[in-house]
T-cell receptor, first 117, second 114 residues
């Protein structure tokens, strides 16, 4: 079984400020972890993924996330927010390759990021 | 990553009717999935589309309501049958290739049932 909790349904930052979106997961098997972004009326775009290699993962648009097994966390950060970062962000977990939950993404409830000028 | 074409992009349907959504990928993929995103909600996996065999459904979803086909490695359809207003959602196709542990999503089909 697997689950994802995103802390904070809405996060608001000023342009140029640090972005921190929190994600905690639960998984009975070694997890693969993902962050997706969804702009209004669009599908999901993969920002980054953790698949048991380096624990600090760098993604597109300056985002990065760190897998911390001891804390069961995979928080998303960006040093300096841009207006174009305003969107909804989803954290997701799946089981690793070879497992029965491989490929089946369980999503968190999403965090809406607002960026103020 | 794979490029997905999902059709239609949106539709307004009468209750009691059915709608078939198509997912076409520009290259062969090993895994195809269908998700539902209800208004203001997160995504929920409906089923795994298996090539040449019956789809594997998640708890709460049944084949009679959401029949799925996958005749080859680049194409799948999801039908939403006997629709009611509660079926109003965004339906998304997702794919993955062997060795590529990221999952690419289509742009979704926004369905409104009236």
């Amino acid at each position: 079984a697997q689950s994802v909790t995103q802390l904070g349904s809405h996060v608001s930052v000023s342009e140029g400020a640090l972005v921190l979106l929190r994600c905690n997961y639960s998984s009975s098997v070694p997890p693969y972890l993902f962050w997706y972004v969804q702009y209004p009326n669009q599908g999901l775009q993969l920002l980054l993924k953790y698949t048991s290699a380096a624990t600090l993962v760098k993604g597109i648009n300056g985002f990065e996330a760190e897998f911390k097994k001891s804390e069961t966390s995979f928080h998303l950060t960006k040093p300096s927010a841009h207006m174009s970062d305003a969107a909804e962000y989803f954290c997701a977990v799946s089981g690793g390759a070879g497992g029965t939950s491989y490929g089946k993404l369980t999503f968190g409830q999403g965090t809406i990021l607002t960026v103020h000028p | 990553s794979a490029v997905i074409s999902q059709k239609p992009s949106r539709d307004i349907c009468q209750r009691g009717t059915s709608l078939t959504i198509q997912c076409q990928v520009d290259s062969q993929v090993t895994m195809m999935f269908w998700y539902r995103q209800q208004p203001g909600q997160s995504l929920t996996l409906i089923a795994t589309a298996n090539q040449g065999s019956e789809a594997t459904y998640e708890s709460g979803f049944v084949i009679d309501k959401f029949p799925i086909s996958r005749p080859n490695l680049t194409f799948s359809t999801l039908t939403v049958s006997n629709m009611s207003p509660e079926d109003s959602s965004i339906y998304l196709c997702s794919v993955s290739r062997t060795g590529d542990y990221g999952y690419t999503f289509g742009s979704g089909t926004r369905l409104t049932v009236v």
